[in-house]
């Protein structure tokens, strides 16, 4: 048992010191990526074949992030709270966090922000989409919360006073470490419901985008993401 205990601990250990390095060679393709993009943006002489080639090699670079953290994630143990207020977001990220990342719904945001040519076909497919993305972020939050508020159950909570007042007699140890394990079962799987909205948005907004509306919109998306996941943002905190 002991053998096991150690042994798992290593891996998820070691799996979340691999994701940061993933994290930390993906920020580098990132920011090749957004330079890309906003040359693609500010450039007329780009073809339709060279706009769409980025857009989906830019698409395809995003979720290959959120496959690497789904993975993790699915191993990470204890260490599954750390990505709800993750070290390698800067602090400005950690104002806007939902659920361990942006908002899906702040995608229409930026899309507004970043486009002023929407047909009205465009507008309409976008203003439909908004209110499907906003009623399944509501659907992610309601899960999130339920599992949140299972925390706070009475025979949960029961056996964690105990704990701290006399120690635990036979069963309540393994009815805490139950409890725990469904807890963090639970919040990897609103984790993960989260990012697939996140992902699912993005790539639905850009199928209702021409390629040179997308390139305008997943730069100012691919900039958001550097901003969120400053490497240097911790330290310019403490500057």
């Not at 799996?15 to 990526?33: D, E």
């Not at 925390?151 to 949960?156: G, I, Q, S, W």
């Not at 989260?194 to 948005?201: E, M």
Request: charged share 25%.
């Amino acid at each position: 048992s002991d053998y096991y205990s150690k042994n798992k601990v290593m891996t998820i250990t070691s799996s979340s010191q691999s994701f940061t390095s993933f994290v930390n060679g993906w920020l580098i393709r990132h920011r090749y990526f957004v330079e890309q993009l906003t040359c693609a943006s500010s450039f007329d002489g780009t073809t339709l074949e060279e706009q769409q080639s980025l857009v989906t090699q830019f698409l395809s670079h995003c979720l290959q992030y959120y496959q690497e953290k789904s993975a993790t994630v699915s191993v990470a143990g204890d260490n599954v709270f750390t990505f709800f207020c993750p070290p390698w977001f800067s602090s400005y990220a950690k104002l806007i966090l939902w659920v361990g990342d942006f908002r899906p719904s702040l995608v229409f945001k930026l899309t507004a922000s970043s486009v002023d040519d929407l047909t009205r076909h465009q507008e309409d497919r976008i203003s439909s989409l908004r209110s499907e993305t906003r009623r399944k972020e509501r659907d992610v939050m309601r899960d999130f919360a339920l599992v949140q508020q299972s925390v706070a159950d009475p025979p949960v909570m029961l056996a964690a006073r105990r704990v701290g007042a006399r120690g635990m007699v036979d069963g309540e140890e393994s009815d805490l470490e139950d409890a725990m394990e469904v807890l963090k079962a639970g919040m990897a799987a609103a984790m993960n419901n989260a990012d697939q909205l996140r992902c699912s948005t993005v790539g639905r907004v850009v199928e209702i985008l021409t390629p040179s509306q997308a390139i305008k919109v997943l730069r100012t998306i691919g900039e958001l993401h550097l901003r969120l996941r400053d490497m240097v943002g911790l330290e310019r905190d403490h500057e």
